[in-house]
């Protein structure tokens, strides 16, 4: 599949090394089973940024679950596919591209992190909309948005069909109050942190459930949040993972439950 002239407008293309840490380990844990769907299946990285790092840290990453897998990184700023070409293997390349996917075949993962962060938000379903229709059956986009540092991060999940989750991680210690994630909300989330909407009285519940916790603290921030999440599933809020996830930070609920209101 070919473009004339790539879909989407150049972004800043700021980015660190391991800033995508947190993401990185839920693709290689609970979205690991996309990667067997194919025995050589493509990843997508959309709009790794002025370095490929995090890029190559996908694959390194990924290459652990899936070995014949191939990832190939997309961007839109043509000198920064001609600087990442020094990295390129066999497994490894870049290409210029946009949300149009230029891949001759279709991806199972699409990671596009710090991407549509800089768009606005009545652009976000139509580019959902559009990425998603690359995937591979059973593919997955992952819409997301991180600090610049990496210890705190949300993300939303995204199939052909629609958005399906949404999962926060964040690094224990670097916050008073799980909401503080609210500033670094996907795109489609983060000018919605309003009274009325879903993802405020989310945000809202969970600091409430934070702080009943309290008791927890000196054994530690982990302790206290998997008793904080596991009273949140109690409240009957769709909890889509459990211990093993909440125990490294993270929290994944449906999307209906945090999702823009009409």
Not at 180 to 206: D, M, S, W, Y
Request: glycine fraction near 6%; aromatic fraction near 8%.
């Amino acid at each position: 599949m070919t473009s004339a002239k790539p879909v989407g407008n150049v972004t800043r293309g700021t980015t660190n090394p391991n800033r995508l840490r947190r993401v990185d380990r839920w693709l290689a844990g609970p979205q690991a089973w996309r990667l067997k769907t194919s025995p050589r299946p493509l990843v997508v990285d959309l709009g790794y940024g002025a370095s490929p790092a995090t890029a190559v840290e996908l694959f390194q990453r990924l290459v652990t679950v899936q070995p014949a897998l191939r990832l190939t990184g997309i961007e839109i700023e043509p000198e920064r596919v001609r600087q990442a070409q020094e990295f390129s293997t066999e497994q490894l390349n870049f290409m210029l591209g946009g949300f149009e996917i230029p891949t001759p075949e279709k991806p199972v993962l699409i990671r596009a992190f710090n991407v549509l962060r800089q768009y606005e938000e009545r652009d976000v379903t139509a580019i959902w909309h559009s990425v998603s229709n690359r995937l591979a059956p059973q593919g997955l986009l992952v819409d997301g948005t991180c600090d610049e540092i990496g210890r705190r991060a949300s993300w939303v999940s995204v199939q052909a069909d629609g958005p399906i989750s949404l999962t926060i991680s964040q690094r224990f210690g670097s916050y008073q109050l799980p909401s503080e994630v609210a500033e670094r909300l996907p795109k489609a989330l983060i000018h919605r942190n309003l009274a009325g909407e879903r993802i405020h009285e989310f945000l809202q519940t969970l600091d409430q459930h934070w702080l009943e916790a309290s008791a927890l603290a000196s054994f530690g921030d982990r302790q206290r949040w998997q008793a904080c999440c596991q009273a949140l599933k109690n409240d009957g809020w769709p909890v889509l993972d459990g211990p093993s996830r909440w125990r490294l930070g993270e929290l994944t609920v449906a999307w209906h439950a945090v999702a823009p209101r009409e």
